[in-house]
C-alpha cells in the first residue's frame, strides 16, 4: 500500500512540474533555436555551445536547471558579491556546467539537498521510525548538499588536466600556422578547425569576441582567466607582450611550446618521484601481510607441529 501511495505521489508531482515549466522550457527552447541560427550565420563551420532543441526539452538536466533557477530568484542574498564572482570564476574554469550562473548553482545545491532528503525520507517511512534511518536522512541531506561542490572540484580538476594535455598541440599548430604566413587570429581559427576539446573551444569563444569587436589582448586574458591554468596564463602573458612590443609572433609561439613541453617533463618526473611514497601503503597493509603469510605460514605450522609433537 505505501509503494502505490508513493508512485502516485511521485507521478502527481512529476505531473504538476511538467504543466508548471512547460511555458519556460518552450520559451527557452525557441531562444536555443534563435542563437543557434544566428551562430551558424556567423560561423558556418561551427555551431555555438549547446545542441539545437527542435521542441520542449525532457533532458533530467533541463528539469534541475529550471527548478535551480526558480529557488536561486528566491535566495539573491546568500553569498556575498566576492563569494559569488569567485564561484563563477570555478564554474567558468568546469566547463560552465548545465550553464549554471552562480546563484543557480546555488539553487542547484538547494535542490540536490532536498532531493537527497526526500530520499531519505521515503526510506523512513517505508522502514518504519528508527534512529539509524533519522541519521540516514541526515547524511542524504549533507550529501546532497556537499556532493555536487566535490563534483564541481573534480570537474575542475580532470578539465585542467585536459586542457594541459593540448596545449602543446595548440601551440605547435599554431607556430606552424603563423610561420606559413597566418595572422594569428587566422592561427586561432585554425586551431578551432582542426582540434577538438575543451582548450579549442576557449579559443573559438575568444575568436567570436575578437570578432564582434573586443580587443585581441582582452579576449586572450579572459580566456585565460576562465581555464584557471597557470601554462595558459603564461602564454596569453607572453602573447599580450608581444603584442604590445612589437615582437615577432612565430617566435615566442616557439619558445612557449618548448616551456610547456620543458614543464610537462618536469610534472612527469615529479609525479614519478611521488609514486615510491604513494605506494607505501598499500604495500605495507595489503602486500606484505599477505607476502608473509605465505612464506612463514608453513615454517609457523611446522614449528607448532614439532612443539606438539615434543610435548
Not at 527542435?54 to 542574498?77: C, D, E, F, I
Amino acid at each position: 500500500m505505501k509503494w502505490l501511495v508513493f508512485t502516485t505521489l511521485s507521478l502527481w508531482f512529476y505531473l504538476l512540474f511538467q504543466a508548471l515549466t512547460w511555458r519556460r522550457r518552450k520559451l527557452q527552447a525557441r531562444i536555443d533555436d534563435f542563437a543557434l541560427k544566428a551562430a551558424d550565420r556567423r560561423r558556418t563551420q561551427r555551431s555555438i555551445q549547446g545542441p539545437k532543441r527542435n521542441g520542449v526539452s525532457n533532458k533530467p538536466g533541463v528539469w534541475l536547471k529550471l527548478l535551480a533557477a526558480r529557488v536561486a530568484s528566491k535566495r539573491q542574498n546568500v553569498l556575498s558579491a566576492g563569494r559569488l564572482e569567485k564561484l563563477q570564476s570555478k564554474l567558468a574554469q568546469a566547463g560552465n556546467p548545465m550553464s549554471l550562473t552562480a546563484q543557480e548553482w546555488i539553487g542547484f545545491r538547494f535542490v540536490t539537498a532536498s532531493l537527497g532528503a526526500l530520499m531519505g525520507a521515503l526510506f523512513l517511512w517505508l522502514s518504519g521510525p528508527s534512529l539509524s534511518g533519522l541519521l540516514l536522512v541526515l547524511c542524504c541531506l549533507l550529501l546532497g548538499f556537499i556532493g555536487p561542490e566535490f563534483w564541481l572540484s573534480r570537474k575542475v580538476k580532470l578539465r585542467e588536466a585536459v586542457l594541459m594535455r593540448q596545449l602543446p598541440s595548440v601551440l605547435d599548430l599554431l607556430t606552424v600556422s603563423v610561420e606559413a604566413g597566418l595572422g594569428f587570429d587566422q592561427a586561432m581559427g585554425r586551431v578551432t578547425t582542426h582540434i577538438k576539446g575543451p582548450l579549442a573551444e576557449e579559443f573559438d569563444r575568444a575568436l567570436r569576441e575578437i570578432r564582434l569587436g573586443s580587443n585581441r589582448s582582452e579576449a586572450l586574458v579572459r580566456m585565460a582567466h576562465r581555464t584557471g591554468v597557470d601554462a595558459v596564463r603564461t602564454f596569453v602573458s607572453a602573447v599580450v607582450q608581444a603584442d604590445r612590443l612589437g615582437i615577432g609572433m612565430a617566435q615566442v609561439l616557439r619558445v612557449q611550446s618548448a616551456e610547456v613541453r620543458r614543464k610537462r617533463k618536469m610534472d612527469a618526473s615529479e609525479r614519478a618521484m611521488k609514486a615510491p611514497v604513494k605506494m607505501l601503503f598499500p604495500l605495507v597493509f595489503f602486500v606484505f601481510p599477505a607476502l608473509f603469510i605465505a612464506i612463514l605460514g608453513p615454517a609457523v605450522l611446522h614449528i607448532l607441529q614439532v612443539l606438539g609433537h615434543s610435548r
